[in-house]
C-alpha cells in the first residue's frame, strides 16, 4: 500500500478546514460582516490551497489513506491519484474566484440567514472535495449524498418564493434518481466479491453483458446530475433558482463531479471497454449538446440561458469522453489521449467562463434585480468591471481564439479528425459526421453568447431604473478578475496544461499526447506537419496588426470626432422599444428548429384593440417522458394507498399474515 | 525562420492588404458590364477609402468602447488570415501559428465583434443585421469547417500550407468528395461575403439589408477600416478556395525573387478569372428571400457533410 502522501494530507485538512469555517458561520448567523469579512475570504484561501495541492498531485504518485471511520467492517479509504487531483484542481481554483466573489455578493435579508448559508455553502465545497477522494463506495454515497442535499438547501436559498420551493424538489427528485442508479452501478461493480473498495471492483472480474450494465447505470446516474439529455430537466429550474455565486458553483463544479464519476468508472473501475459503450456516450453527448444550445437561443431569463448552455457543455463533454472511450477500446492510445485531454480540458474551461458569467449575472441581478432579458440593456456604461469582464467570458465560451474555450474544441476537433483509423466498419465514417454536429454547436454557441451579451450589456437601456445600476463592489471585481485571467492564461498557454494533463491520461488509458516540436507556447497534439496551434504567437500577430492599424489610422486620420444621437437611416422616432429582444433573438431559431420545441403562440390580430404577443417554448420531454412518468407514479400510488386505511388494528392484520408468509416460506 | 521566409510573409500580407480593393474593383467592374452598363474604373474603392479617411467621425451617443473598437479588430483579424492563407508562397513562418479550424475561429471572432458593435449603439436596424449576421454565420461556419475536414481528411493534415502543397505536387488523383466541398465552399463564399443571393452589396433598403445594416452607424475611418476589411475578407476567402481546390502556381521553394514573382502572376490571373466567375454568378442570380437564406446554407452545409461521407466511403 502506497503512502499516504503529504497532498492527500493536505486535501483532507482543506475539506475539513471548510467545515470548520461552515460551523464557524453558525457562531454569528446574522452578522454579514464576520462571515463576508473572514469566513468566505478563509474560504477561498482553503481553494488555493486545494488547487496547490491538486497542481502538486497531478504528477506524483497515487496515494492512499485508510481512516477507521464509517461502518463496522467498511473503515473510510481515500485515495488520491492524478484523476482526483485534475478535478481538485479545477474545484480549487474555480471556487477561489467563487468564494472572493460570494464574500462581496451574499448579504442579510434574502432568505436564509448568512451565517447558515456559509455552512451550507463550505460542507458543499468540503463533500465535492470528499467525492473527488472517496476509495470505496460507501465513501462515495456518503460525500455524494451530501453534496447534493447540501446544494438543495442552496438552491433553496430563497425559500419564500414557491418557485423555487418547486425547483428544488425537481432538482432533489432527480438528484435521486441518479443517485440510486450510481448505488446499483456499485452493486454490479463489486462482482459478487461484496466488497466496496474500489480495489476491490478494479480487481473483479466482470463478463460483458455484467459491465455493460454497469457501464449504462454509471452513464444514467452521472447523466443525471449531469444534466445530460433527457435527465436535464432540472439544470434550467434549478440554476437560476440558486444565487448565483451557488449557480456558478453548481454549474462550474458540481457538474464536473458528474464527469469524474463517469471517467472512475469507465476508464479505472470497469475491464476493458467495448467499443460500442464510447459510440453510445458519443451519441448522447453531440445530442444533449444541439439540444442545449438550441434551447439556450431561446431563452428570456439570463440565467436560464446559461443553464440550458452548461447542457451543452457538458454534451461536449460527454461527446469527447465517447470519443476516447472509442479509441481505447479500439487500441488507439495517442488518439485516446488527445480526446481524453480535450475533454478535461474543456471541463476546466467550462468551470472557468461558466462561472465567470453566473457571477456577472448576479452582478447584474443586484444592481437592477432583474433576471428578464426584455428589461435589461446599455449596461456596459454603468458596470463597466462586470461588461469587461463578461465580454472575456463570452468570447472563451463562444470559442474564439486566442481564449480557451477555442483551445478545447480545437482538440476535440482534431480528435474527430482521427476517427477514420477506427477498425469499426460504419463506425469509421459515422463518427467523423459528428465532427459536422460539433461544428454546428460551436457556431450556435457563439450565436446565444452574441445574444446574452448584446442584450444585458450593450444598447440602450431598456428600462428608466437601469440608469441607477451600479457597478459591482471590490470583492466581487477581484473575483471576477481572478476568472477572467484563467480563461487568458487556459487560452494562451495550452501546452504547459496539457503536460500537467499528461499524469491523467497516463493513469487512466496507459498513453499521452506527443509533444515534439510544441515548446512552451505550442500546440502539437499529434505531429507538428498535421496540426499546430500556437496561440501566443497567433495573439502577438493580431496584436500586432491591430497596433500598427491603430497607429497608421492615428497618423493618416486629421482625427476629428464627434458625439451625436444614433442615426439610424434618419428615423426620428427611435427608441429603447425599438431594439431587438431576447424573443427577437431567438426567432430565427425557433424558425429553423421548429421541431425541437414544443411551442404555444399568442399573436395578434390586426383588429385587437389591446394586441397581445406572446410565445412560449417548452421542452418537449416534460410531455414526452416526465409527466406520463408523473401521472403513472400517481396512479400507482393511490393504489397502493388503498392498503393504508388508518386503523391501527388493520396494520397489525398485515404484521401478522407477513409473519405467517415468512414462516411458511422458512419452514 | 530565415529571413527570406520573413520577407515573404510581409511580402505577402502586403500584397493581400493592396490588392483586396482592387480585386473588390474588378469584380464590380465585371458585374457592370455583365449587367450592360458603364463600370467605375478599377481604383474606385481606393477612392472610396480615401474619402472616407478625409471625413470627420461621428460616434452615437449611446456607444460605448466597443464600437469603436471592433472595426479595428475585423482589419486586425483579416489581416492576420491573410497572413496565414497560403495565396503565394507555401513556407509561411506565420501559418505555423494556426491551422485551418484557427482560421475559422479568427473568422468567427471577426463576425462577433461586428456584431456586438451593431448591437452597441442600440438602433433598430443594427440589432437587426446582428441577428441576421449570426444565424447566417452559425449555418455557414461548420459548413466551411466541414470543406475544411473534407481535404483534411486527404492530406492527413489541417495545416494550410500542407494542404495547398498536397493538392499541388502529391496527389493528382481526382476526389470527388473535394467537388462537394467546392460548390459548398462557393456557397459559403457568397453568403459570408454578403454576395448575391444572400445579401447584396449595393442595397440601399434597409429592410433586406445584412451586412449593411449592421455597419450603419459607422463613419469616416472607422467605415472606411470596416470597407477595406470586407475587401480583405472577400480576397481571403477567394485564396482559401485556391489552395483547397486549384493550389498550382503557389510557391513552394523560394530560391529566387523571381518564383515570387510568377506566384504573384498566377495569383492575379486566378482572381481575375475568380472575380469574373463570381459577377457572372451575381448578376445571374436574384436575392433571395431572408427566409430562405438558411435554407441556403444548410444545402452547403449538408454538401459539405456529403463531401466527407463520400470521402470517407470511397477511403475504405
Not at chain 2, 158 to 172: F, K, M, N, W
Not at chain 2, 295 to 306: I, K, Q, R, T
Request: net charge positive.
Amino acid at each position: 500500500m502506497p503512502e499516504p502522501g503529504l497532498g492527500l494530507v493536505a486535501a483532507l485538512a482543506v475539506a475539513l478546514g471548510w467545515l470548520a469555517v461552515g460551523l464557524a458561520g453558525l457562531l454569528r448567523p446574522h452578522s454579514t460582516f464576520v462571515v463576508s469579512r473572514l469566513l468566505f475570504p478563509l474560504g477561498a484561501a482553503g481553494s488555493v490551497a486545494l488547487a496547490a495541492t491538486g497542481l502538486a498531485a497531478l504528477l506524483a504518485p497515487p496515494a492512499e489513506l485508510v481512516l477507521p471511520l464509517g461502518l463496522p467492517d467498511l473503515p473510510l479509504h481515500l485515495r488520491l491519484d492524478a484523476l482526483s487531483a485534475f478535478f481538485l484542481f479545477l474545484l480549487g481554483s474555480a471556487s477561489a474566484g467563487i468564494s472572493v466573489f460570494g464574500a462581496g455578493y451574499f448579504r442579510a435579508g434574502e432568505g436564509t440567514s448568512p451565517g447558515l448559508l456559509c455552512l451550507q455553502y463550505h460542507v458543499f465545497l468540503a463533500s465535492m472535495t470528499l467525492v473527488l477522494l472517496a476509495n470505496d463506495a460507501y465513501a462515495f454515497m456518503v460525500s455524494w449524498e451530501s453534496m447534493a442535499l447540501s446544494s438543495y438547501f442552496l438552491v433553496a436559498t430563497q425559500h419564500r418564493i414557491p418557485e423555487i420551493r418547486q425547483a428544488g424538489f425537481l432538482y432533489l427528485l432527480l438528484a435521486h434518481v441518479g443517485a440510486i442508479a450510481i448505488l446499483l452501478c456499485f452493486g454490479v461493480l463489486q462482482g459478487g466479491s461484496w466488497h466496496f473498495t474500489f480495489d476491490a471492483m478494479r480487481a473483479a472480474e466482470l463478463p460483458a453483458a455484467r459491465a455493460s450494465l454497469a457501464f449504462a447505470l454509471a452513464v444514467l446516474g452521472f447523466g443525471a446530475k449531469a444534466g445530460l439529455v433527457p435527465l436535464h430537466v432540472w439544470l434550467p429550474e434549478a440554476h437560476p433558482a440558486a444565487p448565483s455565486p451557488v449557480s456558478a458553483l453548481m454549474s462550474g463544479v458540481m457538474l464536473k463531479t458528474a464527469v469524474y464519476g463517469v471517467l472512475r468508472v469507465t476508464f479505472d473501475l470497469l475491464p476493458a471497454p467495448l467499443w460500442w459503450w464510447g459510440a453510445a456516450l458519443l451519441a448522447l453527448g453531440l445530442f444533449s449538446a444541439l439540444y442545449g444550445v438550441v434551447f439556450a437561443a431561446v431563452q428570456t431569463d439570463m440565467k436560464r440561458l446559461l443553464a440550458y448552455s452548461s447542457i451543452e457543455n457538458l454534451g461536449i463533454v460527454f461527446a469527447g469522453t465517447g470519443l476516447a472511450l472509442l479509441f481505447h477500446a479500439a487500441g488507439m492510445g495517442a488518439p485516446a489521449a488527445l480526446a481524453l485531454a480535450a475533454t478535461l480540458y474543456h471541463c476546466l474551461n467550462h468551470a472557468m467562463f461558466k462561472s465567470l458569467l453566473f457571477l456577472a449575472t448576479g452582478s447584474v441581478l443586484h444592481a437592477t434585480g432583474e433576471r428578464n432579458l426584455g428589461k435589461l440593456g446599455g449596461l456596459i456604461r454603468r458596470m463597466p468591471w462586470v461588461a469587461w469582464t463578461a465580454l472575456v467570458g463570452t468570447l472563451a465560451i463562444a470559442g474564439l481564439p486566442p481564449l480557451n474555450g477555442f483551445v478545447s474544441e480545437w482538440m476535440l476537433l482534431q480528435a474527430f479528425l482521427l476517427t477514420p483509423d477506427v477498425p469499426q466498419p460504419f463506425m469509421n465514417m459515422l463518427v467523423p459526421l459528428g465532427a459536422s454536429l460539433l461544428a454546428l454547436t460551436a457556431a450556435l454557441a457563439a450565436y446565444v453568447m452574441v445574444k446574452f451579451y448584446g442584450v444585458i450589456f450593450l444598447g440602450q437601456m431598456r428600462e428608466r431604473t437601469l440608469a441607477q445600476a451600479h457597478d459591482c463592489g471590490r470583492l466581487e471585481r477581484l473575483g471576477l478578475l481572478w476568472l477572467a485571467a484563467c480563461c487568458v492564461l487556459l487560452g494562451l498557454l495550452p501546452a504547459l496544461v496539457l503536460r500537467l494533463l499528461d499524469g491523467v491520461t497516463g493513469e487512466l488509458l496507459g498513453a499521452g499526447l506527443a509533444h515534439a516540436g510544441s515548446g512552451v507556447f505550442g500546440l502539437v497534439p499529434v505531429a507538428p506537419e498535421r496540426a499546430a496551434y500556437r496561440p501566443v504567437v497567433f495573439l502577438v500577430g493580431i496584436v500586432l496588426v491591430l497596433g500598427l492599424t491603430v497607429l497608421v489610422a492615428k497618423r493618416m486620420y486629421h482625427g476629428r470626432t464627434r458625439r451625436a444621437p444614433a442615426w439610424d437611416c434618419g428615423f426620428p422616432l427611435q427608441d429603447a422599444r425599438m431594439q431587438d429582444t431576447a424573443e427577437g433573438f431567438g426567432q430565427p431559431i425557433r424558425h429553423i428548429f421548429d421541431p425541437f420545441f414544443r411551442m404555444r403562440r399568442e399573436l395578434p390580430s390586426p383588429f385587437d384593440e389591446h394586441p397581445v404577443y406572446r410565445v412560449t417554448v417548452e421542452d418537449r420531454f416534460w410531455g414526452v417522458l416526465y409527466l406520463p412518468l408523473a401521472r403513472a407514479v400517481r396512479r400507482t400510488a393511490t393504489v397502493v394507498g388503498r392498503l393504508q386505511t388508518g386503523r391501527i388494528s388493520v396494520y397489525l392484520a398485515y404484521s401478522f399474515v407477513t409473519l405467517l408468509v415468512l414462516l411458511v416460506i422458512v419452514l | 525562420m530565415t529571413a527570406v521566409a520573413l520577407f515573404t510573409q510581409l511580402f505577402a500580407v502586403t500584397v493581400a492588404v493592396v490588392l483586396a480593393p482592387l480585386f473588390l474593383g474588378w469584380v464590380n467592374m465585371c458585374r457592370a458590364w455583365l449587367q450592360n452598363r458603364a463600370a467605375p474604373p478599377l481604383t474606385q474603392p481606393y477612392r472610396m477609402i480615401r474619402k472616407l479617411l478625409r471625413k470627420d467621425a461621428v460616434i452615437a451617443t449611446d456607444a460605448s468602447q466597443l464600437f469603436v473598437f471592433a472595426p479595428y479588430v475585423l482589419f486586425g483579424s483579416m489581416v492576420t488570415a491573410a497572413a496565414i492563407i497560403p495565396a503565394l508562397a507555401v513556407d509561411l513562418p506565420f501559418a505555423r501559428a494556426a491551422d485551418a479550424i484557427a482560421l475559422v475561429g479568427l473568422f468567427a471572432t471577426a463576425r462577433v465583434f461586428i456584431a456586438l458593435a451593431a448591437i452597441d449603439t442600440g438602433t433598430a436596424f443594427g440589432t437587426l443585421g446582428a441577428r441576421r449576421e449570426m444565424m447566417l454565420g452559425f449555418l455557414a461556419e461548420p459548413a466551411l469547417l466541414m470543406v475544411f475536414f473534407t481535404a483534411s481528411l486527404i492530406a492527413g493534415s489541417t495545416e494550410l500550407p500542407v494542404l495547398a502543397d498536397v493538392h499541388q505536387y502529391r496527389s493528382l488523383a481526382i476526389h470527388p468528395g473535394l467537388a462537394f466541398a467546392a460548390i459548398a465552399f462557393l456557397m459559403v463564399l457568397l453568403a459570408e461575403n454578403a454576395r448575391i443571393p444572400v445579401d447584396n452589396p449595393a442595397t440601399h433598403l434597409e429592410l433586406t439589408m445584412i451586412h449593411e445594416a449592421m455597419v450603419l452607424e459607422y463613419s469616416a475611418r472607422h467605415l472606411a477600416l470596416i470597407e477595406w476589411a470586407s475587401a480583405l475578407k472577400l480576397f481571403n476567402y477567394a485564396c482559401i478556395g485556391f489552395a483547397l481546390f486549384v493550389p498550382w502556381g503557389v510557391a513552394r521553394d523560394l530560391d529566387s525573387p523571381r518564383v515570387l514573382a510568377l506566384a504573384l502572376a498566377v495569383l492575379c490571373a486566378k482572381l481575375a478569372v475568380a472575380g469574373a466567375v463570381l459577377a457572372l454568378i451575381e448578376t445571374l442570380n436574384a436575392k433571395i428571400r431572408i427566409f430562405r437564406a438558411p435554407e441556403f446554407l444548410a444545402m452547403a452545409f449538408m454538401l459539405a457533410v456529403l463531401g466527407l461521407l463520400v470521402r470517407l466511403l470511397l477511403q475504405s
